[in-house]
């Protein structure tokens, strides 16, 4: 879903979600419920290039439990940025993620419920502590 996320294919994320699948998005404070509430929360994005740019995303430490037809899936997502307008080093966004995944028909999985909750944002200045 990421690498789809990254190359901006909006159909390849989709096939990845239930059509019905809830979402806590890390940029919008009510529950989404359904494919036509996230429509409604990508249209009210910024557009590209009108803040700090993405460079890729990195999934990590998952830990997944598979209760027969649906799985748990709990892991850390690193959104790395381009340097700012100035040139300066920007800070990575950590946030962590619980997914919950269904099996389709066809044996494959759908994310059913996603939770995003930003524990570092991230695109501004890095600073040293």
Not at 44 to 73: C, Q
Not at 95 to 119: F, K, Y
Request: net charge negative; glycine share 10%; no cysteine.
């Amino acid at each position: 879903m990421y690498e789809a996320y990254m190359a901006g294919d909006r159909t390849a994320i989709d096939a990845r979600l239930d059509p019905e699948a809830t979402v806590w998005d890390s940029a919008a404070d009510p529950l989404l419920l359904g494919r036509a509430d996230l429509e409604r929360l990508r249209d009210e994005r910024p557009e590209p290039g009108s803040g700090p740019v993405e460079t890729g995303l990195v999934a990590y430490d998952p830990v997944v439990d598979v209760f027969g037809d649906t799985a748990l899936l709990r892991y850390w997502l690193r959104v790395d940025f381009a340097p700012g307008p100035d040139g300066a080093a920007t800070r990575p966004e950590l946030v962590r993620n619980t997914a919950v995944l269904r099996r389709d028909a066809d044996g494959g999985w759908l994310i059913v419920h996603l939770h995003e909750d930003v524990r570092q944002p991230g695109g501004v200045p890095a600073v040293d502590v």
